[in-house]
């Protein structure tokens, strides 16, 4: 298991930013990829974004698109993800997902396509 170390939630007004970010603390754990997952009050828990780690070929759940931007730094094994233009139906829990080489053959937006889970981090959209 990969420990994942989130930051960067917050409250914001309609139309505002954010950027979130997530740490992960094993160098010796081989990484596929990462992602962005949220969980609304009452609603089931959605990808939003993920990213391959060799390629960076990146993945964006439709409602997303053109406003979020997820990316990574290799060396500092940490995700981001840049979230502009925020919407009042983005305020969920948004929690970073590891997937290890054991999650290879999965899917990238899938839970199953991770293995390690951050705590989450509230993101809160006020209009």
């Given at each position: 298991?990969?420990?994942l170390?989130?930051?960067?939630?917050?409250?914001?007004q309609?139309?505002?930013?954010?950027r979130?970010?997530?740490?992960?603390?094993?160098?010796?754990?081989?990484?596929?990829?990462m992602?962005?997952?949220r969980?609304?009050?009452?609603?089931?828990?959605?990808?939003v974004?993920?990213?391959?780690?060799?390629?960076?070929?990146?993945?964006?759940?439709?409602?997303?698109?053109?406003?979020?931007?997820?990316?990574?730094?290799?060396?500092?094994?940490?995700?981001?993800?840049?979230?502009?233009?925020?919407?009042?139906?983005?305020?969920?829990?948004?929690?970073c997902?590891?997937?290890?080489?054991?999650?290879?053959?999965?899917?990238?937006?899938?839970?199953?396509?991770?293995?390690?889970w951050?705590?989450?981090?509230?993101?809160?959209?006020?209009?």
């Open positions: 298991q990969v420990q170390v989130e930051s960067g939630g917050g409250n914001v309609a139309g505002g930013s954010l979130l970010s997530c740490a992960a603390s094993e160098r010796h754990v081989s990484t596929v990829r992602g962005w997952f969980q609304a009050p009452g609603q089931e828990r959605e990808c974004a993920a990213i391959t780690w060799s390629s960076g070929r990146t993945y964006y759940a439709n409602s997303v698109k053109g406003r979020f931007t997820i990316s990574r730094d290799n060396a500092k094994n940490t995700v981001y993800l840049q979230m502009n233009s925020l919407e009042p139906q983005d305020t969920a829990i948004y929690h997902a590891h997937g290890s080489i054991r999650r290879r053959g999965r899917s990238a937006t899938t839970e199953e396509g991770h293995d390690s951050g705590q989450g981090t509230q993101v809160t959209v006020s209009s």
